[in-house]
C-alpha cells in the first residue's frame, strides 16, 4: 500500500431507452390487425406523396414504405418532380381522398420551394390525416377528443409510458414549440397529469428551465444544447433531434455521453424516437383502415 487511499468514483450511468427495439415489438403488435382487416375484405393502404429529389425525404420515404411492408401495409409512392406546383399537388390529394382504397395520406415534407404547404395539409381528408397534421386533427388533439396524434409526439408519448416513466405531477419541460413536435408533445404531456413548461429560441436561462425537469424533452435541431449540467440529476430525457454532423455521423439535441451520466433513462439518436415515429405512422394508418371497417357498417362493400 502506498499512502495514497483508492477514492472510489462511482458513475451510474443512465439506462438507455430503446426506440428500435420497443418500435420493433409495436410493429410486431400491429400484425394482428393488419390481418383482421384483411379478413374482413379490408387492405390497409397508405399512399405517400413525395415531390422533388431531397435525399433525407427520400430515406425516410424508403424506411416508411419498408416498416409498412413489414407489417403487411400496402402502400402506394406517388413521386412528383421538384417542379410540382400547389395546384398539382391539390389535384393529387382531391384523388387520394376520393380514392376508398386508400386509408392513410402522408404528404413528406417538406415541399419543393413555392408549394404552399399548409394549403396542401388543408386538402387531406382529416379522416385519411395519418400524420396528424391537418388543423382538424390539430384541434382535435387541444381539446381532448384525439383522432390521429401526429406521428412523433405518439412516439415520444409511447417511448415514456413503455419505460413506465410516472408523468402525474411530473415537471416536465418541452424544448422546443413547433407546431408538429414542441406544441404536441406539451399538450400530451399536460393531459398526462404533468406540469409542462415550454421553451424555445426566446426562453432566457435555459439551463434554470431544464433543471426543474423530471422529463426533459428537446426537440430544437441543435446539436449538443442540452448538456449535463442543465439536466436534473435522475431525469429521464428524450431527445427528438435529428441533426447531420459535417463529419456525417447523425446526432441529438442532447450531449449523449455528459448526460447519460446525469439522467436515468435517455433515448439514443439514431435509434430512439425515429423508430417510433414510423411505428405511430403504421398504427394511424390502421386506425384509419378500421374506422373505413366501422363505417361500412354491415353493408359490405369490398374496399
Ligand atoms: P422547428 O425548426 O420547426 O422548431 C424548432 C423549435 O426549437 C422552435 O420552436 C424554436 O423556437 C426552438 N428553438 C430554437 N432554438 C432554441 C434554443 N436555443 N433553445 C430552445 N428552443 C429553441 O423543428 P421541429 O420540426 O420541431 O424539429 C425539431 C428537431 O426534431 C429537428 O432536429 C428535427 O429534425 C427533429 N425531428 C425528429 C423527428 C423524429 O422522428 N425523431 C421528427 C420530427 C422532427
Do not use: W
Not at 82 to 93: F, G, R, W
Not at 146 to 174: D, I, K
Not at 216 to 237: C, E, H, I, S, T
Not at 279 to 296: F, G, P, V, Y
Amino acid at each position: 500500500m502506498t499512502g495514497t487511499r483508492a477514492r472510489q468514483v462511482i458513475v451510474t450511468a443512465a439506462s438507455v431507452i430503446d426506440g428500435k427495439a420497443i418500435a420493433a415489438q409495436v410493429r410486431a403488435d400491429l400484425i394482428p390487425d393488419v390481418t383482421a382487416l384483411r379478413d374482413a375484405g379490408i387492405i390497409t393502404t397508405l399512399a405517400v406523396v413525395l415531390a422533388g429529389d431531397d435525399p433525407a425525404s427520400q430515406v425516410y420515404v424508403r424506411n416508411k414504405v419498408r416498416a409498412c411492408e413489414e407489417v403487411g401495409i400496402a402502400s402506394r409512392r406517388v413521386l412528383l418532380p421538384s417542379a410540382t406546383t400547389t395546384a398539382e399537388l391539390l389535384h393529387v390529394i382531391a384523388e387520394l381522398n376520393a380514392d376508398a382504397t386508400v386509408h392513410g395520406i402522408l404528404v413528406q415534407l417538406p415541399l419543393p420551394r413555392g408549394v404552399d404547404t399548409d394549403t396542401v395539409i388543408d386538402a387531406i381528408a382529416p379522416e385519411k390525416d395519418v400524420d396528424g397534421f391537418h388543423p382538424e386533427n390539430v384541434g382535435r388533439l387541444m381539446a381532448g377528443r384525439p383522432r390521429f396524434v401526429s406521428c412523433t409526439p405518439a412516439g415520444v408519448m409511447r417511448l415514456l409510458a413503455e419505460t413506465r416513466v410516472v408523468l402525474s405531477g411530473a415537471t416536465a419541460v418541452v424544448l422546443g414549440r413547433s407546431r408538429t413536435v414542441g406544441q404536441p408533445v406539451a399538450a400530451l404531456l399536460t393531459a398526462a397529469d404533468a406540469t409542462v413548461t415550454v421553451c424555445h429560441s426566446r426562453t432566457r436561462d435555459l439551463g434554470a428551465v431544464t433543471r426543474t425537469a423530471d422529463v426533459l424533452v428537446a426537440a430544437v435541431g441543435r446539436p449538443g444544447l442540452v448538456k449535463a449540467d442543465m439536466v436534473k440529476p435522475g431525469a429521464v430525457v428524450i431527445d427528438v433531434g435529428i441533426n447531420r454532423l459535417e463529419s456525417g455521423a447523425l446526432v441529438g439535441d442532447v450531449d449523449y455521453a455528459g448526460v447519460s451520466a446525469v439522467a436515468s433513462a435517455i433515448t439514443p439518436v439514431p435509434g430512439g424516437v425515429g423508430p417510433m415515429t414510423i411505428a405511430m405512422l403504421l398504427q394511424n394508418t390502421i386506425l384509419a383502415a378500421k374506422a373505413r371497417l366501422s363505417s361500412r357498417g354491415d353493408r359490405g362493400a369490398p374496399q
